[in-house]
């Protein structure tokens, strides 16, 4: 490979590690990314955008000097484990800040209108797709005419509406939870099996179900003391599987308003400076 080539690799590669670096660190999530966390539609239609961007990139050439891919192109891939694991904190913050352009020092409301207007594109791309790109207006009339039009319901109906699709969000999050916790006492004592692996899978369902229902009024569930307990046991058992060292901005579980969703995702390798690199790429 020329001199130059290996000059060019080595500052790409450094730059995506950087990156990598910065957004996989991230403890606390923005503003911009707690108003997602806080609504389940727009949460995902980003996760839908991260996935519909990592298969644009993979389709391109991975050849530094064809020029088709970033940094941020690159790092977008790692934190989101190649499209597998959009929910990760680091490729959420990465995605709105470096694609969006949403960042801590841009004013508020541009903030808001730029979320909004995201939310509006991935949701029309989504229709398009799942209709398979009809133009057929006939058709499209048919399809809006199935959807809840807020605008010709009471407020009453509204308030149903939405009651509704939260309780059926806090369901698929409790079934998640349940599965999780299920796996874990089933195989915690199977010789050979990632024992960490699995409680720090049971400790982010747990802890994600319980911001869920505190976040939208649900923290009477009759659940919530199960899922409570299930939590702060997976998270003192991560960290002593861990060597004593638990993850540094966790405390005993109080309110939502503190804390933020955490990803919860079943395998994820050490991140070392050598795994940085997208796959296929020399």
Do not use: C, W
Not at 8 to 30: A, G, I, M, T, W
Not at 143 to 157: I, L
Not at 237 to 259: C, I, M, T, Y
């Amino acid at each position: 490979m020329p001199s130059h080539s290996i000059h060019l690799s080595k500052s790409f590669n450094r730059k995506v590690d950087e990156l990598v670096q910065k957004y996989d660190r991230s403890n606390e999530p923005s503003p911009a990314l707690r108003d997602f966390l806080r609504n389940a539609d727009g949460l995902t239609s980003l996760m839908n955008a991260i996935r519909r961007h990592v298969l644009l990139v993979q389709s391109r050439s991975k050849d530094i000097e064809d020029a088709q891919i970033t940094v941020y192109d690159s790092a977008l891939l790692i934190l989101s484990n190649h499209g597998d694991d959009p929910r990760d904190t680091g490729a959420l913050e990465l995605y709105l800040a470096e694609f969006l352009g949403i960042v801590p020092t841009s004013p508020g409301s541009l903030d808001r209108q730029k979320i909004d207007d995201h939310v509006s594109l991935e949701s029309a791309l989504t229709r398009a797709t799942e209709s398979g790109h009809t133009t057929d207006r006939t058709a499209s009339a048919d399809e809006e005419d199935k959807k809840p039009d807020h605008a010709s319901m009471s407020r009453n109906e509204v308030s149903s509406f939405d009651d509704d699709r939260l309780r059926a969000q806090a369901d698929r999050l409790i079934e998640v939870y349940r599965l999780a916790k299920s796996e874990y006492y089933g195989e915690k004592k199977r010789d050979g099996v990632d024992l960490l692996s699995l409680v720090r899978y049971l400790r982010d369902t747990a802890e994600n179900t319980l911001l869920y229902l505190q976040a939208n009024g649900m923290a009477d569930h009759p659940l919530v003391s199960d899922i409570k307990y299930s939590f702060e046991m997976a998270k003192d058992k991560a960290a002593q599987l861990s060597g004593g060292r638990a993850r540094h901005f966790d405390e005993p579980f109080k309110d939502s308003g503190r804390r933020h969703l955490r990803h919860t995702k079943r395998r994820r390798s050490h991140r070392s400076v050598d795994s940085y690199r997208p796959r296929d790429y020399r």
